[in-house]
Nanobody, 128 residues
Framework: QVQLVESGGGLVQPGDSLRLSCAASGRTFSSYTMGWFRQAPGKERVFVAA???????FYTDSVKGRFTISRDNAKNTVYLQMNSLKPEDTAVYSCAVGSSSVIWRGSTYSSQSSYVAWGQGTQVTVSS
């Protein structure tokens, strides 16, 4: 059973940066796609970024050029570097591990149904 623990959230001002971490345990981390999703107050959870086992990255349009997803397979950890943060980035950010039975291409990276385990989330608040 995989376990995911996020950290690194906090309260920052617009324009600041944060780096989120997601530590995974319980399965061979390097073989799986990992994703970040976020849920703003009163809204549904949405896709932010994903990274394939081979290191290919995918982003939702609103964070392209500002956020960077990366992974360190030796540490079983995936990161989300968030720069130039905006108030609309305020949300609970959760990481997820991808299913081994999914054919990973195109929209499967952004689909929540492609992921089989989730962390508890970390709060990011961007406010002046």
């Amino acid at each position: 059973q995989v376990q995911l623990v996020e950290s690194g959230g906090g309260l920052v001002q617009p324009g600041d940066s944060l780096r989120l971490s997601c530590a995974a345990s319980g399965r061979t981390f390097s073989s799986y796609t990992m994703g970040w999703f976020r849920q703003a107050p009163g809204k549904e959870r949405v896709f932010v970024a994903a990274i394939s086992w081979s290191g290919n990255t995918f982003y939702t349009d609103s964070v392209k050029g500002r956020f960077t997803i990366s992974r360190d397979n030796a540490k079983n950890t995936v990161y989300l570097q968030m720069n130039s943060l905006k108030p609309e980035d305020t949300a609970v950010y959760s990481c997820a591990v991808g299913s081994s039975s999914v054919i990973w291409r195109g929209s499967t990276y952004s689909s929540q149904s492609s992921y089989v385990a989730w962390g508890q989330g970390t709060q990011v608040t961007v406010s002046s």
